[in-house]
């Protein structure tokens, strides 16, 4: 579960929630902060060494001290790239563990929301957060501690080599700080609005190209593609304008501290300069100035940087923030009931009322469903049966009234426990990427070959369970399948669940009446003694049923059935 505390400030938060990531990790975060100080003083130690090079060796006509500065100069150099090497490839494993140690919790807490939270949500949207905001907080989680110590390391070295050569040029490159501090803060509110605006765009796309890939066929159905070629270059046109005004926000504080920087660089010129022709400071002096000048100009962009980064992931982390604000509508219970073996699927509706908002779907809903016993569900589109579906699989609680499994309320039951014994095959299921074999494996993890390959031939499958069947490739959503292998697919993955209570959700829908007779027929061969629930607009498809139960005005109402067998079930 993410864990966000709106009342902290946004920056403490981003280290905060990467804080449990990072300690996994700490004995590299020691030895990468090691070595990138390492790493800044050797790169600081240079115009000391030039300093020693133009007034000791060349002025003072020293040659054996020149060659020696040169092969220290070498080693300096040979010895950076090796620290470089070694710290960058310890970063690179530090940053992927935190991002994706980030990108797996916020993926943690969506697969525990609640159906509507993704029927109002666009796809792209949760993309963008779930890809670009979680790497922009940790960016800063990690790049914002790191630079700051390295910086202030660099700083505190260069200042001291900068004093003990100069403290009157030391105080002239440092008056500048407090101008760069106040270009800094001018720039903040145009840098937030930039990246936020940049951040809004960006997910508009991720959501256009999400929404159109999936309905291709669609759109090439209806001539709509010259339409969505224009939606898509009016997207390019507002992410580019998003992009350059964030760009230009960028360049501006770059810029102005880049300015500042060089503005240094001149006054140790105009007064180092000035010095050195009248006699009061040496050659080497100056020049050695003039690269530290630039340098510690390096750790002051790094502060600047830090400062812009943080406005980045202030914006990215109030995403984030909005996302991990939606709570799971049900949850596990601490102490969860454990159902008695065997169980038998016993269902019971006990005045139930359920709505989405004011609009109420269930209304006093009351049934009892006998163990074993088959029934067929049936209502108006929108009546509410998907609804009563989800209920019992515990996707939502109903506001008022129970819901028992073997006579144990379900918001007792462990959720694993309570979907592993109520499965759902509905009229469009959903295959995973991969092969069948996959596919079967995504419910059942521990399955044989010889367990798959049953399953396959209890539902109808027998072609692909010999062979090279189990290795076929269901191909981009499922489209190497035919609808009606695709569910008896869903089906066999049903049988190796080996649930309790089945429920077929316009299973059969759309198929001709022949092959859905046929693959109830397998139904019922396969869960015979089991409870059965199939939601249905054609009757004739269903085979033997024990009750017909209609949801009509958000209550269950009882039907005598075509061909009933003796009452086995009550509707109240």
Same mark, same amino acid.
């Given at each position: 579960?993410?864990?966000?505390?709106?009342?902290?400030?946004?920056?403490?938060?981003?280290?905060?929630?990467?804080?449990?990531?990072?300690?996994?990790?700490?004995?590299?975060?020691?030895?990468?902060?090691?070595?990138?100080?390492?790493?800044?003083?050797?790169?600081?130690?240079?115009?000391?060494?030039?300093?020693?090079?133009?007034?000791?060796?060349?002025?003072?006509?020293?040659?054996?001290?020149?060659?020696?500065?040169?092969?220290?100069?070498?080693?300096?150099?040979?010895?950076?790239?090796?620290?470089?090497?070694?710290?960058?490839?310890?970063?690179?494993?530090?940053?992927?563990?935190?991002?994706?140690?980030?990108?797996? !919790?916020?993926?943690?807490?969506?697969?525990?929301?609640?159906?509507?939270?993704?029927?109002?949500?666009?796809?792209?949207?949760?993309?963008?957060?779930?890809?670009?905001?979680?790497?922009?907080?940790?960016?800063?989680?990690?790049?914002?501690?790191?630079?700051?110590?390295?910086?202030?390391?660099?700083?505190?070295?260069?200042?001291?080599?900068?004093?003990?050569?100069?403290?009157?040029?030391?105080?002239?490159?440092?008056?500048?700080?407090?101008?760069?501090?106040?270009?800094?803060?001018?720039?903040?509110?145009?840098?937030?609005?930039?990246?936020?605006?940049?951040?809004?765009?960006?997910?508009?796309?991720?959501?256009?190209?999400?929404?159109?890939?999936?309905?291709?066929?669609?759109?090439?159905?209806?001539?709509?593609?010259?339409?969505?070629?224009?939606?898509?270059?009016?997207?390019?046109?507002?992410?580019?304008?998003?992009?350059?005004?964030?760009?230009?926000?960028?360049?501006?504080?770059?810029?102005?501290?880049?300015?500042?920087?060089?503005?240094?660089?001149?006054?140790?010129?105009?007064?180092?300069?000035?010095?050195?022709?009248?006699?009061?400071?040496?050659?080497?002096?100056?020049?050695?100035?003039?690269?530290?000048?630039?340098?510690?100009?390096?750790?002051?962009?790094?502060?600047?940087?830090?400062?812009?980064?943080?406005?980045?992931?202030?914006?990215?982390?109030?995403?984030?923030? !909005?996302?991990?604000?939606?709570?799971?509508?049900?949850?596990?219970?601490?102490?969860?009931?454990?159902?008695?073996?065997?169980?038998?699927? !016993?269902?019971?509706?006990?005045?139930?009322?359920?709505?989405?908002?004011?609009?109420?779907?269930?209304?006093?809903?009351?049934?009892?469903?006998?163990?074993?016993?088959?029934?067929?569900?049936?209502?108006?589109?929108?009546?509410?049966?998907?609804?009563?579906?989800?209920?019992?699989?515990?996707?939502? @609680?109903?506001?008022?009234?129970?819901?028992?499994?073997?006579?144990?309320?379900?918001?007792?039951?462990?959720?694993?426990?309570?979907?592993?014994?109520?499965?759902?095959?509905?009229?469009?299921?959903?295959?995973?990427?991969?092969?069948?074999? @996959?596919?079967?494996?995504?419910?059942?993890? @521990?399955?044989?070959?010889?367990?798959?390959?049953?399953?396959?031939?209890?539902?109808?499958?027998?072609?692909?369970?010999?062979?090279?069947?189990?290795?076929?490739?269901?191909?981009?959503?499922?489209?190497?399948?035919?609808?009606?292998?695709?569910?008896?697919?869903?089906?066999?993955?049903?049988?190796?669940?080996?649930?309790?209570?089945?429920?077929?959700?316009?299973?059969?829908?759309?198929?001709?009446?022949?092959?859905?007779?046929?693959?109830?027929?397998?139904?019922?061969?396969?869960?015979?003694?089991?409870?059965?629930?199939?939601?249905?607009?054609?009757?004739?498809?269903?085979?033997?049923?024990?009750?017909?139960?209609?949801?009509?005005?958000?209550?269950?109402?009882?039907?005598?059935?075509?061909?009933?067998?003796?009452?086995?079930?009550?509707?109240?």
């Amino acid at each position: 579960m993410i864990r966000l505390d709106e009342k902290r400030s946004l920056p403490w938060q981003a280290l905060a929630w990467a804080l449990p990531i990072v300690r996994e990790r700490a004995a590299t975060v020691i030895g990468v902060v090691f070595l990138s100080c390492i790493g800044s003083a050797a790169a600081l130690l240079p115009p000391y060494l030039t300093q020693r090079l133009v007034d000791e060796g060349i002025v003072g006509g020293k040659v054996d001290l020149v060659l020696q500065l040169c092969v220290a100069f070498l080693a300096l150099m040979l010895a950076g790239v090796v620290v470089e090497t070694v710290s960058r490839l310890a970063y690179l494993k530090l940053s992927a563990h935190v991002l994706f140690g980030l990108r797996e !919790e916020v993926y943690r807490h969506l697969q525990t929301l609640a159906p509507t939270y993704y029927a109002r949500t666009r796809g792209g949207e949760i993309l963008s957060r779930l890809d670009g905001d979680v790497a922009e907080v940790q960016r800063f989680a990690i790049d914002a501690p790191m630079a700051l110590l390295n910086g202030a390391f660099s700083l505190v070295v260069a200042m001291a080599l900068m004093l003990s050569l100069s403290p009157m040029l030391t105080a002239v490159v440092f008056a500048l700080v407090p101008l760069q501090v106040a270009a800094l803060m001018f720039t903040r509110p145009w840098l937030e609005r930039s990246t936020q605006d940049l951040r809004r765009q960006s997910a508009a796309m991720s959501s256009f190209f999400v929404e159109s890939l999936r309905a291709m066929k669609f759109i090439q159905a209806t001539n709509a593609a010259k339409r969505q070629e224009a939606g898509l270059r009016a997207h390019h046109g507002d992410y580019f304008a998003a992009l350059r005004r964030s760009q230009l926000a960028s360049l501006g504080a770059g810029g102005m501290q880049r300015i500042l920087s060089g503005f240094g660089v001149l006054l140790v010129f105009a007064v180092g300069g000035s010095m050195a022709a009248e006699g009061g400071m040496s050659v080497g002096v100056v020049v050695a100035f003039i690269a530290y000048t630039t340098r510690a100009a390096g750790p002051l962009q790094t502060l600047a940087g830090v400062f812009m980064g943080w406005q980045r992931a202030k914006v990215s982390l109030k995403r984030i923030q !909005e996302l991990a604000a939606e709570r799971p509508t049900v949850t596990s219970p601490s102490h969860p009931v454990a159902l008695a073996e065997p169980m038998r699927g !016993e269902l019971r509706l006990d005045a139930v009322r359920f709505g989405y908002g004011d609009q109420i779907v269930l209304d006093g809903a009351s049934l009892e469903v006998a163990a074993g016993s088959k029934i067929a569900l049936v209502g108006a589109s929108g009546a509410g049966k998907s609804t009563l579906i989800d209920l019992l699989q515990r996707h939502y @609680d109903p506001v008022a009234g129970r819901l028992l499994f073997d006579g144990v309320q379900l918001d007792l039951l462990d959720l694993v426990e309570l979907r592993r014994r109520v499965v759902v095959v509905d009229q469009d299921p959903v295959l995973m990427p991969g092969s069948i074999r @996959d596919n079967l494996r995504f419910v059942a993890p @521990d399955a044989d070959e010889a367990a798959l390959q049953r399953a396959l031939m209890l539902a109808g499958l027998a072609k692909y369970a010999h062979g090279d069947g189990l290795a076929k490739p269901v191909g981009a959503s499922a489209s190497a399948l035919s609808r009606g292998e695709r569910l008896r697919i869903a089906l066999a993955r049903a049988i190796l669940q080996d649930p309790a209570v089945l429920i077929l959700d316009e299973t059969t829908s759309g198929l001709d009446l022949p092959v859905a007779q046929e693959i109830i027929a397998a139904v019922d061969r396969v869960f015979a003694g089991r409870t059965r629930i199939v939601i249905t607009h054609n009757l004739a498809s269903v085979g033997q049923l024990d009750r017909i139960v209609e949801l009509r005005g958000g209550s269950l109402v009882e039907h005598v059935p075509v061909r009933a067998a003796a009452p086995l079930l009550r509707a109240v």
